[in-house]
Nanobody, 130 residues
Framework: VQLVESGGGAVEAGGSLRLACATS????????MDWYRELPGKSRELVVG?????????????NIAESVKGRFTLSSDAAKNAVYLQMTDLGPSDTAVYYC???????????????????WGQGTQVTVSS
């Protein structure tokens, strides 16, 4: 299973970007998907995530950081095993490497799955200039 991110780049303050994270592989189930970011010199932090089984795009609970509420929106496409992060009204404080994370079930059994593991994307740089 692999997570592949796309959509990062450089924008001016007030601009928008849309990040995408696609999951590839076979015979797996997604428990939840999140976006984290790593600001320069700081530890990785949760930006927004959706937990619970993603089915039909409705998913389970969504968590979002206070600093991005009203500006960032997470959407999902269960058919494509993908999540998207729409970021608007970006500011220099949003400059970071953004990582897609997923909790994924593998090892199908007659009653469910054998294991739950964490997967990370390679990261995509978002740079916002003032």
């Amino acid at each position: 299973v692999q997570l592949v991110e796309s959509g990062g780049g450089a924008v001016e303050a007030g601009g928008s970007l849309r990040l995408a994270c696609a999951t590839s592989g076979s015979d797996f189930g997604i428990n939840g998907m999140d976006w984290y970011r790593e600001l320069p010199g700081k530890s990785r932090e949760l930006v927004v995530g959706i937990s619970g089984i993603m089915t039909g795009g409705t998913g389970g609970n969504t968590n979002i950081a206070e600093s991005v509420k009203g500006r960032f929106t997470l959407s999902s496409d269960a058919a494509k095993n993908a999540v998207y992060l729409q970021m608007t009204d970006l500011g220099p404080s949003d400059t970071a490497v953004y990582y897609c994370h997923a909790e994924i079930f593998t090892g199908r059994t007659p009653t469910g799955w054998d294991r739950l593991s964490d997967y990370w994307g390679q990261g995509t740089q978002v740079t916002v200039s003032s």
